[in-house]
């Protein structure tokens, strides 16, 4: 995916979530790896929660790259929910299954499904509340 469709996707699921902070940026991983001192890895993306910056391989599918995008925001707007909640709030927001069945292996390790977390509806409403409450 050429890096400003990612940028595109990115704005869109910012502004679902009601983040309107500018500060609250994507980046490539090389400039990532720059401003925050954390190479990306085998991983699919990162976020960094002080710098408010996130980032994405963009060599993925197209529905992986989406559903990347919301899991990293979902770490800036819920810093102290576990990593199956992530997990399953990216899978609220767009549900694909993946080689993890529904969501992904932290979601699988501690025995969680997204059921056991709100709807869509009500995720997006936290998601805003958290935006407003973290400036984001
Ligand atoms: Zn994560």
Redo the contacts with the bound molecule.
Sequence with gaps: MKWNRVEREFEYYKALFGMNNMDVRIVRPKDFKDITGFALGS?H???DRKKRVITVKRNRTFLQIRKTIV??L??LLFPTKP?WW??CFAYRIIPVKNKYGEVGR?TERYDHSPRDIPSKKKCIELAKKAAKRLKL
Excluded: R
Aim: proline share 0%; charged share 25%; aromatic share 8%.
């Design positions: 991983a993306g990162k976020a899991h990293e979902a770490h990593h992530i997990e932290y």
